[in-house]
C-alpha cells in the first residue's frame, strides 16, 4: 500500500484508473509557491498592525475627561467640526436658532464658537456665506442679503450684529469703530 502524504494545503486523491479495485494515493499540493505564502503572511501582518494603529489614534483623539468644563469644551469643538461640514441651508438654520433680536433694522445672533465669520484658507464655510440663505428665510425668497457690522473671531462665542441695509451695517460699524459699544468678555 502507498503511504499517506498530507499538506497544509489540503490532500488530493489520485487514482491510477484501473477501477474499484485500485490503489489510490494520497497527494499533496501546495496552493501557491513559498514566495507567495510568505507575502500573504506579510499583507496579514501589516493590515493587523495598521488596525493597530487605528485603534491607538481613536484613543488618543479624545480622552475622556472627568473635568465637566472640559467635556463641555470637547463636546463644543466636536460640534464645530460639524458644522464646517454642514450644507449652508442648515448652518442657517442653526443660526435661526440663535437670533437674539430683529427688528426692520438689524438682526442678532449668538455666532458659534469655531465657525469663522470670513473666508480664508482651509475654511469649507462661513457666516458671510450663509447671509444671503439667512436673510431668505428670515423675509422670504426676495430678501436682500444681510450685511456684516462686525467681526468676531473664530474661537470667539457671543453676539453678531448683523444690519438689512448697508447704510445701517456702517453707522453700527461707527459705532464700534468710535468704541461706543461696550463690548464684555
Known sequence: MAARRWSASGPWIRGNGQ???SLFTLVSKPFCSAAAASTAINAQRLAEKLRAQKREQDTKKEPVSTNAVQRRVQEIVR???QLQRVHPNVLAKALTRGILH???NLVVINKPYGLPVHGGPGVQLCITDVLPILAKMLHGHKAEP???CHRLDKETTGVMVLAWDKDMAHQVQELFRT???VKKY
Open 19 to 21: 477501477g474499484c479495485g
Open 146 to 148: 444681510l450685511h456684516l
Open 179 to 181: 468704541r461706543q459699544v
Open 79 to 81: 460640534f464645530t467640526r
Open 102 to 104: 430683529q427688528d426692520k
